[in-house]
């Protein structure tokens, strides 16, 4: 390199050039609001949404709500704020964070990333039968309101909660139970 003199000088760091991924820098959030809400979108998926009430009436209701909430206060709320805050100290992922505190550690960042892929691969069954299931209303016949068709045995039709005759409004509170003759 030519120096202001018409000298040459010599770095004596003998770095490579940058890659393209070192040279993007690391995105920070736009807002306060905008990590808030994305956080709790990651906090508040579908196990919360639909399967808390499932085990609030399974397990006693307001029973089983006391504990869960002394449980969430002493160790779900502490535990999340553990790995936001590492996450935000080390600028990190999970299991490079975990690795620079301790090398033992970087299976705890493993295990985090397990257990989200099991629960996504069960959370995404669970959309794909909602998705199917919306696709199907569009249909003229809903296949879930008569019992006769072809991949079904004999049966017999009875509608709970009202006669087997009428309009679908007068059945809007029925259910239909099918049984085998």
């Known amino acids: 390199m030519k120096g202001n ?3 040459c ?10 890659t393209p991924k070192e040279s993007e820098g690391r995105g920070h959030w736009g807002s306060k609001a905008e990590f808030i809400l994305t956080v709790m979108g990651a906090i508040i998926g579908p196990g919360n949404v ?12 307001g029973v089983f ?7 969430m206060i002493t160790c779900g709320i502490p535990l999340f704020f553990l790995e936001t805050s590492l996450g935000q100290y080390t600028s990190q ?16 960042g ?13 959370y995404i069954i ?9 696709f199907l209303s569009f249909s003229a016949e809903l296949p879930w309101a008569s019992c006769g068709h072809e991949w079904n045995t004999v049966t017999v039709c009875q509608w709970s909660g009202g006669t087997g ?17």
């Open 5 to 7: 003199n018409g000298t």
């Open 9 to 18: 000088t010599v770095s004596s760091e003998n770095k490579p050039p940058p």
């Open 50 to 61: 639909w399967r808390f009430p499932y085990l609030c009436y399974r397990n006693g209701g």
């Open 65 to 71: 709500f006391i504990p869960y909430t002394l449980f």
């Open 93 to 108: 992922g999970s299991v490079t964070c975990w690795r620079r505190i301790c090398p033992l550690f970087q299976g705890m």
């Open 110 to 122: 493993y295990a985090s990333h397990l257990i989200i892929a099991f629960s996504a691969t069960s």
């Open 126 to 134: 669970i959309i794909a039968w909602a998705f199917f299931y919306l």
């Open 165 to 181: 005759g009428g309009d679908v409004h007068q059945r809007a509170g029925s259910f239909v139970t099918c049984s085998t003759a």
